[in-house]
């Protein structure tokens, strides 16, 4: 997955607003969208991520390719 990869959590956020603004969001403070991008946490990986999206270099720069690990669920038959 390409995408922007941070350690803390501050910093996810500072690359949202950056985001956020370069886009003009929110419009209005009553709008539904107040963000453009939002950022997750892996919790195998111990980081943040905002996933990569058309135009985001723009403001972030240059995406990379980040590995995510994936948990397997057991499935619960009933």
């Known amino acids: 997955?390409?995408?922007y990869k941070?350690?803390?959590e501050a910093e996810a956020i500072e690359a949202r607003k950056l985001?956020?603004?370069y886009k003009?969001?929110?419009i209005?403070?009553?709008d539904i969208t107040?963000?453009?991008v939002n950022y997750q946490f892996s919790e195998s990986d111990n980081f943040y991520y905002i996933t990569y999206v058309d135009e985001?270099?723009?403001v972030l720069g240059e995406p990379i390719?980040?590995?995510l690990t994936q948990n397997d669920f057991t499935q619960f038959e009933g």
């Open 24 to 26: 003009g969001l929110p």
């Open 6 to 8: 941070y350690n803390t």
């Open 19 to 21: 985001s956020a603004d």
């Open 65 to 67: 390719n980040i590995a």
């Open 56 to 58: 985001l270099e723009k």
């Open 28 to 30: 209005n403070p009553n």
């Open 1 to 3: 997955m390409k995408g």
């Open 34 to 36: 107040i963000y453009w």
